[in-house]
């Protein structure tokens, strides 16, 4: 029985040490029990390990919070009714050690708190970020949509035909190298856009200037090969002009830029610089030229 009692008595005082840890790294012990914990340190590393996973984790509390530190009067004062109000031993200090406790769990709840907290409101947050990134791929894809329904409405809903340096059969070859020399028609380019309704544009590039008392004119041709104005026009020094055309193009076979008088003509002339089919979109997008 003498053999088996200091057993219990150690494994007892190893408790107390273990207790004391968590308020020697706080340094709210005093002097004694701060001497009674230096003195384990020194004798068993498993003390020290303990001790410096309290100062890793007091460590940590200290960068996410802010402690107010009493000052050293006030904790003079403090330690000073401690020492006064002690009545156990040195060796029995385990009825202070559950308020240094205390402590410690106190802070640590509200590191988890917050630590929850904050987690939370990220988690908020990436949902709302989340649901943005939706909202604005679903609206890209109406654009989307909108966009392709448009491009396909207006290519159901107008007719697009080019115009190139072309000539009637009945104008001789020479005549036609000349006029191409002399305003440029070898490299001009036409295109003519018809809606369904009739209305038509031409837009050319690629014409030269004409002199002074000359005009571009549009013609039309019905089937009969009968020709009827459709509109009169010049180009800048880019060669580009956007003419509305007059005159509905339903009945009409081909389309044609002459060089004229600024007198006036009634049947185009034989410097015909842009010569083209006419299509006409019907209603629903058909050739309705056929």
């Known amino acids: 029985m003498a053999d088996e009692s200091p057993e219990p008595q150690a494994d007892a005082a190893d408790d107390e040490i273990a207790e004391l840890l968590p308020a020697y ?17 020194d004798r068993e590393p498993r003390y020290r390990e303990m001790l ?3 100062l890793e984790s007091i460590g940590a509390l200290a960068a996410s919070h802010t402690f107010a530190v009493p000052s050293a009067e006030v904790r003079e004062r403090i330690m000073g009714r401690v020492r006064g109000s002690e009545a156990a031993p040195v060796v029995r200090p385990a009825p202070r050690v559950p308020f240094a406790l205390l402590g410690v769990a106190a802070a640590l709840a509200v590191a ?14 990436v949902v709302q970020l989340q649901d943005e990134v939706e909202v604005m791929t679903a609206e890209a894809e109406g654009a989307r949509d909108d966009l392709m329904g448009l491009t396909d409405h207006v290519a159901d809903s107008v007719a697009m035909t080019a115009l190139t340096p072309a000539q009637p059969v009945a104008q ?5 190298k000349e006029r191409e020399v002399r305003y440029g028609a070898r490299h001009a380019q036409g295109i003519l856009i018809t809606r369904p309704d009739g209305q038509s544009m031409l837009v050319v590039r690629g014409l030269s200037a004409l002199e002074p008392g000359f005009i571009y004119r549009a013609w039309w041709w019905d089937e009969a090969h009968q020709t009827k104005s459709a509109a009169v026009f010049t180009v800048g020094e880019d060669g580009y002009a956007w003419v509305q055309l007059i005159g509905h193009a339903g009945g009409m076979s081909r389309l044609g830029v ?3 008088s600024e007198m006036g003509a009634v049947e185009p002339g034989p410097q015909i ?13 058909e050739d309705s030229t056929e």
């Open 112 to 125: 988890v708190m917050g630590l929850g907290a904050f987690s939370t409101v990220q988690q908020q947050r």
């Open 25 to 41: 790294a706080l340094g709210a012990l005093d002097a004694a029990d701060a001497l009674v914990v230096e003195r384990a340190l």
């Open 273 to 285: 610089v842009l010569h083209g089919h006419v299509h006409v979109v019907g209603p629903k997008g």
């Open 258 to 260: 002459s060089v004229e």
């Open 52 to 54: 410096e996973q309290h």
């Open 172 to 176: 001789a070859e020479e005549a036609s």
